[in-house]
Protein backbone atom coordinates (compact mmCIF):
# COMPACT_ATOMS: atom_id res chain seq x y z
CA UNK A 1 0.00 0.00 0.00
CA UNK A 2 1.01 3.60 -0.47
CA UNK A 3 -0.10 6.99 0.74
CA UNK A 4 -2.98 6.23 -1.69
CA UNK A 5 -3.52 3.46 0.55
CA UNK A 6 -4.40 0.79 -2.79
CA UNK A 7 -2.32 -1.80 -2.52
CA UNK A 8 0.35 -2.48 -4.89
CA UNK A 9 -1.44 -5.41 -7.19
CA UNK A 10 -4.53 -2.86 -7.66
CA UNK A 11 -2.16 -0.31 -9.02
CA UNK A 12 -0.55 -2.90 -11.24
CA UNK A 13 -4.30 -3.87 -12.06
CA UNK A 14 -4.80 -0.54 -12.87
CA UNK A 15 -1.85 0.38 -14.89
CA UNK A 16 -2.68 -2.80 -17.09
CA UNK A 17 -6.79 -1.85 -17.15
CA UNK A 18 -5.35 1.71 -18.91
CA UNK A 19 -3.33 0.17 -21.21
CA UNK A 20 0.27 1.95 -19.83
CA UNK A 21 1.87 -0.92 -19.33
CA UNK A 22 1.86 -4.30 -21.95
CA UNK A 23 0.25 -7.25 -21.03
CA UNK A 24 3.58 -9.27 -20.95
CA UNK A 25 4.84 -6.49 -18.88
CA UNK A 26 1.62 -6.56 -16.54
CA UNK A 27 2.58 -10.45 -16.39
CA UNK A 28 6.18 -10.04 -15.10
CA UNK A 29 5.22 -7.19 -12.54
CA UNK A 30 2.22 -9.72 -11.16
CA UNK A 31 5.18 -12.59 -11.06
CA UNK A 32 7.44 -10.29 -9.18
CA UNK A 33 4.47 -9.11 -6.67
CA UNK A 34 4.04 -13.00 -5.71
CA UNK A 35 7.63 -14.13 -5.94
CA UNK A 36 8.84 -10.96 -3.04
CA UNK A 37 5.57 -12.73 -0.85
CA UNK A 38 3.27 -9.77 -1.35
CA UNK A 39 0.37 -11.67 -1.87
CA UNK A 40 0.12 -12.21 1.28
CA UNK A 41 0.74 -9.15 2.69
CA UNK A 42 2.69 -6.08 1.12
CA UNK A 43 5.17 -3.73 2.40
CA UNK A 44 3.21 -0.89 4.53
CA UNK A 45 0.52 -3.44 5.51
CA UNK A 46 1.66 -3.31 9.36
CA UNK A 47 2.09 0.07 9.20
CA UNK A 48 -1.58 1.59 8.30
CA UNK A 49 -4.08 0.92 10.57
CA UNK A 50 -7.54 -0.80 9.24
CA UNK A 51 -9.99 2.26 9.37
CA UNK A 52 -13.60 1.88 10.98
CA UNK A 53 -16.26 1.38 8.51
CA UNK A 54 -18.25 4.16 8.41
CA UNK A 55 -20.75 4.68 5.60
CA UNK A 56 -23.58 2.08 6.67
CA UNK A 57 -23.09 3.40 10.27
CA UNK A 58 -23.62 6.95 8.98
CA UNK A 59 -26.78 5.28 6.61
CA UNK A 60 -28.32 3.79 9.86
CA UNK A 61 -27.78 7.02 11.77
CA UNK A 62 -29.78 9.32 9.37
CA UNK A 63 -32.64 6.65 8.48
CA UNK A 64 -33.55 6.64 12.53
CA UNK A 65 -32.76 10.33 12.82
CA UNK A 66 -35.01 11.08 9.89
CA UNK A 67 -38.00 8.34 10.90
CA UNK A 68 -37.66 6.72 7.81
CA UNK A 69 -37.20 3.72 10.03
CA UNK A 70 -37.49 3.08 13.32
CA UNK A 71 -34.34 0.97 15.09
CA UNK A 72 -37.21 -1.90 15.79
CA UNK A 73 -37.61 -1.80 11.86
CA UNK A 74 -34.40 -2.36 11.13
CA UNK A 75 -34.59 -5.32 13.00
CA UNK A 76 -37.90 -7.18 12.20
CA UNK A 77 -37.33 -6.33 8.52
CA UNK A 78 -33.92 -5.32 7.25
CA UNK A 79 -31.65 -7.45 9.07
CA UNK A 80 -32.40 -11.46 10.14
CA UNK A 81 -29.59 -11.13 12.81
CA UNK A 82 -29.33 -10.26 16.07
CA UNK A 83 -28.88 -6.49 17.27
CA UNK A 84 -25.24 -7.27 18.53
CA UNK A 85 -24.23 -8.77 15.47
CA UNK A 86 -25.38 -5.65 13.28
CA UNK A 87 -23.80 -3.40 15.79
CA UNK A 88 -20.77 -5.58 15.47
CA UNK A 89 -20.80 -5.63 11.76
CA UNK A 90 -21.59 -2.08 10.88
CA UNK A 91 -19.37 -0.51 13.52
CA UNK A 92 -22.20 1.05 15.34
CA UNK A 93 -21.58 1.59 19.27
CA UNK A 94 -22.95 -1.23 21.17
CA UNK A 95 -26.66 -0.54 22.31
CA UNK A 96 -27.58 1.37 19.35
CA UNK A 97 -30.55 -0.54 18.69
CA UNK A 98 -31.78 -0.20 22.55
CA UNK A 99 -30.44 3.41 22.92
CA UNK A 100 -33.08 6.06 22.40
CA UNK A 101 -32.80 8.60 20.10
CA UNK A 102 -31.61 12.22 21.41
CA UNK A 103 -34.28 15.07 22.21
CA UNK A 104 -33.99 17.58 19.59
CA UNK A 105 -34.33 20.86 21.63
CA UNK A 106 -35.47 23.97 19.89
CA UNK A 107 -33.64 27.31 21.50
CA UNK A 108 -35.07 30.30 21.96
CA UNK A 109 -34.39 33.29 21.15
CA UNK A 110 -33.59 35.60 24.08
CA UNK A 111 -32.87 38.71 26.47
CA UNK A 112 -34.25 40.91 23.88
CA UNK A 113 -31.07 40.83 21.36
CA UNK A 114 -31.13 42.00 18.05
CA UNK A 115 -31.87 39.76 15.40
CA UNK A 116 -29.95 40.12 12.00
CA UNK A 117 -33.19 38.77 9.06
CA UNK A 118 -31.18 36.66 6.21
CA UNK A 119 -34.19 36.20 3.86
CA UNK A 120 -35.58 32.38 4.07
CA UNK A 121 -32.32 31.05 4.57
CA UNK A 122 -32.51 31.19 8.24
CA UNK A 123 -32.04 33.42 11.31
CA UNK A 124 -28.14 34.61 12.32
CA UNK A 125 -28.04 35.57 15.88
CA UNK A 126 -25.27 38.12 17.18
CA UNK A 127 -23.10 37.33 19.49
CA UNK A 128 -23.06 39.63 22.39
CA UNK A 129 -19.11 41.21 23.64
CA UNK A 130 -17.48 39.87 26.26
Known amino acids: MNSWRASIKAQLKRLA???????????????????????????????????EPRMLANAMNLIADSGIRTKADFLSVEFTMSAGDVENLVALPPGWFTSRAADVVQLKQGGGRPVAETGDKGVVLPFGRQ
Open 17 to 51: DLELISEDHAIDLYKLHSAKGWSREEPLDRHWPLS
